[in-house]
Every structure is written in C-alpha cells, then in structure tokens.
C-alpha cells in the first residue's frame, strides 16, 4: 500500500487497506471491517465506493484501523474534511493544510529517466553544483568529488542532468536545480535501479569508515531487538528523520559540501512469519 501522504481520497485509503489485508487473508471480508468500524456492511462498502463518507463517530476508529498516528492521522482527517466540504474557498483551504503536512515532493522520474540511478555521482554531481555555484566544469566538479571520478564522466552526469531538465541553465550561463527533489516511481525495472543504486550509496558508506576521519563523518550502529510494532515505530522515526534533512537542506542559503545521508534498518536474524 502506498504511503498515506500520496492520496488525496480518503476512501481510496480505506479500500487499498482493506484490498491489502484481503490479499494477506483471503478470509478477511467486508463484514470483518465494518465491525471493526461500527457500522453495517452495507454502510461500509458504500464508503469504499465513494457513494457516502465515514461517520464522525468513526473517524477515531478509522485511525486505529490504518494505524496512523501524528502528521498521519491529522493528514487523513483533513481529507475526510476535503472530501465532505462543498464551498470551493473552504475545501482549498482545507487541502493547503493537508499538503502542509506531506514530505516534501519529490519529482516522479519517468522510465526513460531511470539513468539517473546508474551511478553515484549524478546525484552528488547535481548536488555538487550548489556548492560550486552553478560552475560546471566538470574538471572542478571531478576534483571535489570523493572517491575520485574521471571527468569525462562528471561531463557526462552534466549532460544527463540537463537532458532530464534535473537541472537548467540560468541566464549568467550557470546550472541551476530544475526540480527541488528526486524520487523514482514504482515497478521492477525502477526497482532494480533504485536497489543498484542503494547497494552503491552503502558501500560508500562502508568505505568512508576509512577514507574519512571521524570529525568528517557520522556513522554509528545499533543492534536492536523488535517486534513489528516497534518496527514499524522506528521505521517511522528514520522517515521523519529524512524528511527534516530534506527541510535542512532545502534552507540551507549556502552549502559548502555534499553529504550522503544512508540510513539502515534491517534483520541479521531470521524472520518467523505468523502461523
């Protein structure tokens, strides 16, 4: 399911949750979730088909159901609010402030821009040019990048960039941000590339242990030992955390280096599914 803050349709939540858990259990039904709601299953399925709104009565038990809680739950209740209000000044009003509450937007890269995965130092490069000013001189821009890459090659990432509007000359000649932020939409052959590209940015990782003194880096580890609720908890806090990094950065006036933020949560034991 994707994640909350990509919806604009309350109900479209309610029904992708509900398709999810049918998946996992064929035996779950429509009358299972009207229970858990309170209401009739006929009531229920008239929701998820959009033909009437949630009760207030149920809007707190909606939450439980979803498991939302924070900017979560206050995002899908503004959507109930957009969904049910009628003036037109209002519901705007109403979803600026669900918006408010989203992750910063990303720009949806389309299949034919999936190269911008390929290798590191596209991104790094493109985030490079803030540092620099807008110079690209791909001779510059290959001394400052660490571990080293040819030029040929940082020439080649500006082009690309330029290619995929990523980045946009300005008027004094210099490159410029297209787009604040990147993101890569869903599929396998996007995630294969978003995994190749994970698997470079890890090893970087692991080699700046010993390319960079500790006072240039940050990296630390935790073994933890949890339950899927919890799981899910810290999951949660990793999201936030990026998404104030991103905020960090986008109010940033003037970066003086690129830094790779690389954040890892995963099992070194063998995960028992439910009997």
Known sequence: MRSIFEYLEYRDILKDSFEERKASDPQYCYRMMAESFGLHISNIFRVLQKETHLPARCQSRAIEFLGLTDRAAAYFLLLIAYARERKAKSRMEILEKALALRDVTPRKLIDQELAYY?????????????????????????????????EVEVAKALELLQELGLVKKAASGRLVLGVAHVSALAGN???????????????????SIERHP??????????LALDENS??????????????????ADETKHPSQVMQLAIALFPLSVIEEPS
């Open 118 to 150: 390929r290798d590191w130092w596209v991104s790094a490069i493109r985030s490079l040019l803030e540092v620099v000013d807008g110079r690209a001189l791909p001779s510059e821009l290959a001394a400052k990048l660490s571990p080293s890459v040819p």
């Open 189 to 207: 052959d996007k995630v294969k590339a978003m995994r190749e590209y994970q698997r470079q940015i890890l090893t970087l990782a692991a080699e």
């Open 214 to 223: 500790p006072t240039r880096r940050d990296i630390s580890t935790i073994t």
């Open 231 to 248: 799981f899910a908890e810290v999951s949660g806090f990793l999201r936030e955390i990026r998404r104030h990094a991103q905020r960090s």
